[in-house]
T-cell receptor, first 112, second 111 residues
Framework: DGGITQSPKYLFRKEGQNVTLSCEQNLNHDAMYWYRQDPGQGLRLIYYSQIVNDFQKGDIAEGYSVSREKKESFPLTVTSAQKNPTAFYLC???????????FGSGTQLSVL | KNEVEQSPQNLTAQEGEFITINCSYSVGISALHWLQQHPGGGIVSLFMLSSGKKKHGRLIATINIQEKHSSLHITASHPRDSAVYIC?????????????FGTGTLLAVQP
């Protein structure tokens, strides 16, 4: 079945540690997105990529980094510079920039 | 004030009831999304619409561009409809990377 796979489901970060969240899609979509969800707030865009080897900052990119070396994969690294990383992270993809979004099941990141 | 407002924030219904969730926005838009987030966290796109009305099974979405308002209706509600329903808009001239999300409506359907 086609879809988006995020892993792990739960992740814990220690102080000063970088952690990487995985996002893989087999929908052959060009565009991929990373969103952060905090309680009581709407989803906020961290980074997005419209094509392989290219990505753009979203509204809250500070403390995060991404890569897009393959069409299927768009990993997100939460760096030690992100001082408040506890949140639910969602990866999404779409065929084009104005098309329906497909979401993964999310990763809950917590700080130890 | 948020650019996308949903009401109600929380809704409890009895199985079989007709449910309406509202979304109002303050910007001009090119399209509006309705999304469903289940307790496990994953999100499913229900509708994307820019005018009129769309129907899928027991779900109906309507939009009034002039009034900057959209509604999501659920007919013959069922406990499996319990989820958070999220409205999101693409501003005029924007694309998916410019989506503005509402904070969601938490729906609980009791048997």
């Amino acid at each position: 079945d086609g879809g988006i796979t995020q892993s792990p489901k739960y992740l814990f970060r220690k102080e000063g540690q970088n952690v990487t969240l995985s996002c893989e899609q087999n929908l052959n979509h060009d565009a991929m997105y990373w969103y952060r969800q905090d309680p009581g707030q709407g989803l906020r865009l961290i980074y997005y990529s419209q094509i392989v080897n290219d990505f753009q900052k979203g509204d809250i990119a500070e403390g995060y980094s991404v890569s897009r070396e393959k069409k299927e994969s768009f990993p997100l690294t939460v760096t030690s510079a992100q001082k408040n990383p506890t949140a639910f992270y969602l990866c999404a993809s779409s065929m084009g920039q104005r098309e329906k979004l497909f979401f993964g099941s999310g990763t809950q990141l917590s700080v130890l | 004030k948020n650019e996308v407002e949903q009401s109600p924030q929380n809704l409890t219904a009895q199985e079989g009831e007709f449910i309406t969730i509202n979304c109002s926005y303050s910007v001009g838009i090119s399209a509006l999304h309705w999304l469903q987030q289940h307790p496990g966290g994953g999100i499913v796109s229900l509708f994307m619409l820019s005018s009129g009305k769309k129907k899928h099974g027991r779900l109906i979405a309507t939009i009034n561009i002039q009034e900057k308002h959209s509604s999501l209706h659920i007919t013959a509600s069922h406990p499996r409809d319990s989820a958070v329903y999220i409205c999101a808009v693409i501003p005029l001239g924007g694309a998916t990377n410019k989506l503005i999300f509402g904070t969601g409506t938490l729906l609980a359907v009791q048997p």
